[in-house]
């Protein structure tokens, strides 16, 4: 399971490597992630523990990484080391294989400590039980979890790309590209059910992850590419209230990242309180296992004053 992991502090903004503000947020620092297993690369989902100590990833080729996080002083982002990477597996405790079976592509905590992972391609959501003691986090066997009945009439490579849980219990999940009244599908699972809603995206951008703020909100990360720009990306926050069922929902923008800052194929979205009140925000890439791409892991803090959703 160990890996060799190697990181590499990147600046967020090339041309000025002292900036250390993006949009509402502090930019905390920034590395590029490698590694020389086959496996490692593809992530489209993250979670960090409690504490900031612990890095959890989902690839979508079927993979899962842990890692431990180091910071400075100062708290910036300082490194990444003692990598453990592992396949999930299927219903019957089988490791996933290739693209087709492994295409996973977010991933949200339950209350019980299992997780919940959607996937693309073959569409379904699995939930994979509580890790037990020692166990790495999704190295169990996967079990069935109802899916909404309009996935099916998502594209191949544009369902559920958004999955997080609400301070409530209730689940949120967007599609990349089912579009829906102007906008784009997404569901939200109270009740035992699934219920229609539609997300507005910023335009030329779609939804590819979504993180629970600590103090209830909702943060989602977006993504874009034109060959004549390359990559964008964007932040926007969402008042759980707004999440009902029929609801069309728009949040409002903290932050957007284009070139010449920091940014690539922009994916994987986890927040956590931080040890002064604030909210750390961790943003991490896929690199779509191509040397031309990087695996970016990259934190930002929103001061405690930072305004609500509405």
């Given at each position: ?278 909210t750390l925000v961790y943003l991490m890439s896929d690199d779509n296992f191509s040397r031309q791409q990087r695996t970016l892991l990259m934190l930002l803090a929103l001061p405690e004053q930072a305004p609500p959703a509405r």
């Amino acid at each position: 399971l160990g890996i060799a992991l190697a990181s590499q502090p990147v600046p967020l903004d090339p041309a000025d490597p002292a900036r250390a503000t993006l949009g509402a947020f502090e930019f905390r620092g920034a590395l590029q992630l490698s590694s020389p297993h086959p496996r490692f690369g593809g992530f489209s989902a993250v979670e960090v523990d409690g504490e900031g100590d612990h890095l959890l990833a989902l690839s979508d080729e079927g993979a899962w990484l842990e890692a431990r996080l180091a910071y400075d002083r100062r708290g910036w982002l300082a490194g990444v080391d003692h990598g453990r990477l592992g396949a999930l597996a299927d219903e019957r405790g089988q490791a996933l294989g290739g693209k087709a079976d492994g295409d996973a592509e977010a991933m949200t905590r339950l209350p019980d400590g299992s997780y919940l992972v959607s996937f693309e391609q073959r569409m379904r959501l699995w939930r994979y039980p509580p890790p037990r003691h020692g166990q790495p986090a999704l190295a169990g066997a996967a079990q069935p979890f109802a899916a909404p009945a309009e996935l099916p009439q998502a594209p191949e490579n544009g369902a559920i790309e958004a999955l997080v849980r609400l301070a409530d219990g209730r689940l949120l999940a967007l599609c990349e590209q089912l579009e829906s009244q102007g906008g784009l599908m997404g569901w939200v699972y109270q009740e035992g059910a699934w219920h229609t809603l539609t997300y507005l995206p910023t335009p030329e951008l779609l939804p590819t992850d979504a993180t629970l703020l600590p103090d209830g909100d909702l943060l989602v990360l977006e993504r874009g590419y034109k060959r004549e720009t390359g990559p964008r990306a964007a932040l926007r926050r969402l008042s759980p209230a707004d999440v009902r069922p029929g609801a069309r929902l728009a949040p409002r923008t903290l932050a957007e990242l284009a070139r010449p800052l920091l940014v690539d194929n922009s994916e994987g979205l986890f927040a956590r309180r931080g040890p002064r009140g604030e909210t750390l925000v961790y943003l991490m890439s896929d690199d779509n296992f191509s040397r031309q791409q990087r695996t970016l892991l990259m934190l930002l803090a929103l001061p405690e004053q930072a305004p609500p959703a509405r």
